[in-house]
């Protein structure tokens, strides 16, 4: 019984030794095939991919996004805060950020001054002259949307009229100090205006506004 045992474990240290072979061939195999095709183990895909790939798939996102992304590694720093990234952006959506300040949404439109569309909410702090100074910034911008814009008056639509803004459309939402004749001015000064949303908003009629 004793030599039948021996002999077991000499067969099984002879499987275990070629299954050893096998594992290192295979190791020396996959190594091999990195190393001609470029790749490691040691790498990750920011060494082993181009900066462009990168670039392209960024390009798909919001301003906040790049944000967020560009606080991750210094590689993404700089691929998310590059000029030509953020002059492929087309719009810049202030509505879902959780402490805009006049400060921040300007310095954020001067980055990017092609884009076409701009969408603000109320600004703590901000008067009329906001809507002016980005369309300073961004010459390029076709449609503005006024979500929960509580301090948009009727001298808004005039500072806009006044600029000589051309717009494509104008959204206001949630305004309690526009007029009908101040919209009315608006709109006659906007001949390639296509779209006139007001939503949510108590216009106040001239004739019946109390002494």
Same mark, same amino acid.
């Given at each position: 019984?004793?030599?039948?045992?021996?002999?077991?474990?000499?067969?099984?240290?002879?499987?275990?030794?070629?299954?050893?072979?096998?594992?290192? =061939?295979?190791?020396?195999?996959?190594?091999?095939?990195?190393?001609?095709? @470029?790749?490691?183990?040691?790498?990750?895909?920011?060494?082993?991919? +181009?900066?462009?790939?990168?670039?392209?798939?960024? &390009?798909?996102?919001?301003?906040?996004? $790049?944000?967020?992304?560009? /606080?991750?590694?210094?590689?993404?720093?700089?691929?998310?805060? &590059?000029?030509?990234?953020?002059?492929?952006?087309?719009? !810049?959506?202030? /509505?879902?950020?959780? =402490?805009?300040?006049?400060?921040?949404?300007? =310095?954020?439109?001067?980055?990017?001054?092609?884009?076409?569309?701009?969408? !603000?909410?109320?600004?703590? @702090?901000?008067? =009329?002259?906001? $809507?002016?100074?980005?369309?300073?910034?961004?010459? &390029?911008?076709?449609?503005?949307?006024?979500? @929960?814009?509580?301090?948009?008056? %009727?001298?808004?639509?005039? $500072? $806009?009229?006044?600029?000589?803004?051309?717009?494509?459309?104008?959204?206001?939402?949630?305004?309690?100090?526009? /007029?009908?004749?101040?919209?009315?001015? *608006?709109?006659?000064?906007? +001949? *390639?205006?296509?779209?006139?949303?007001?939503?949510?908003?108590?216009?106040?009629? +001239?004739?019946?506004? %109390?002494?």
């Amino acid at each position: 019984m004793a030599e039948r045992c021996v002999d077991d474990v000499e067969i099984e240290d002879a499987e275990m030794e070629d299954d050893d072979e096998d594992e290192d =061939d295979d190791d020396d195999d996959k190594e091999e095939f990195e190393e001609e095709d @470029g790749y490691s183990e040691h790498y990750s895909l920011l060494e082993v991919l +181009p900066a462009e790939v990168f670039f392209e798939v960024f &390009s798909h996102l919001k301003w906040n996004e $790049l944000c967020q992304i560009s /606080t991750t590694c210094r590689f993404f720093h700089s691929v998310c805060t &590059s000029q030509a990234m953020w002059a492929r952006l087309c719009e !810049l959506d202030f /509505t879902k950020c959780r =402490d805009p300040t006049v400060g921040r949404i300007l =310095d954020v439109a001067q980055r990017c001054p092609t884009i076409e569309r701009v969408c !603000l909410p109320h600004v703590s @702090g901000a008067d =009329d002259s906001l $809507l002016v100074k980005i369309l300073d910034v961004c010459p &390029s911008v076709l449609e503005i949307v006024l979500d @929960g814009a509580s301090g948009v008056t %009727s001298s808004t639509l005039r $500072l $806009l009229v006044q600029n000589r803004a051309v717009l494509r459309a104008f959204e206001v939402h949630d305004s309690h100090l526009v /007029t009908t004749a101040s919209l009315e001015e *608006f709109v006659a000064f906007q +001949p *390639f205006l296509q779209v006139l949303r007001v939503s949510r908003c108590h216009i106040r009629y +001239p004739n019946f506004e %109390s002494e």
